[in-house]
C-alpha cells in the first residue's frame, strides 16, 4: 500500500476530505523522525513503539578493495509492533 492509497482509505472511512488526511499522515511521519531523532520512544498503545536503536561498533569488509573497515556506533530507526499488533498478522495471514 502506498501513502497515496493509505491517504485515500482514511479519507473514505473517517469521512474527511483527502488534503486534511494527508496533511495529518505528514505530520505524523514528521513528529515520529523529529522525536526519534532526539532519540525519545513514541509509544502508540495497540500498535507498537517507534524508537531510535543503537548498532555497536563492528568490523566489516570493502569486498572490492579486500580489505577491513571499522564501522562506527550509530542509531537506527526502530519499531517493535504491540503484542496484539503480533497477534493479529498471525491470525490473518496465512
Known sequence: MTKAELVSKISINTGVEKV????????MMEEIKVNI???ESIFLR??????AKKRAKKTGRNIK???TIIIP?????????AKSF?????????
Do not use: L
Request: aromatic residues 8%; charged residues 30%; without cysteine.
Open 65 to 67: 578493495k579486500n580489505t
Open 37 to 39: 531523532a532526539k532519540n
Open 20 to 27: 486534511i488526511a494527508m496533511a495529518v499522515i505528514e505530520s
Open 86 to 94: 503480533v497477534k493479529e498478522v498471525k491470525e490473518n495471514i496465512k
Open 73 to 81: 556506533e550509530h542509531h537506527i530507526p526502530a519499531f517493535k509492533p
Open 46 to 51: 495497540g500498535f507498537g513503539t517507534f524508537k
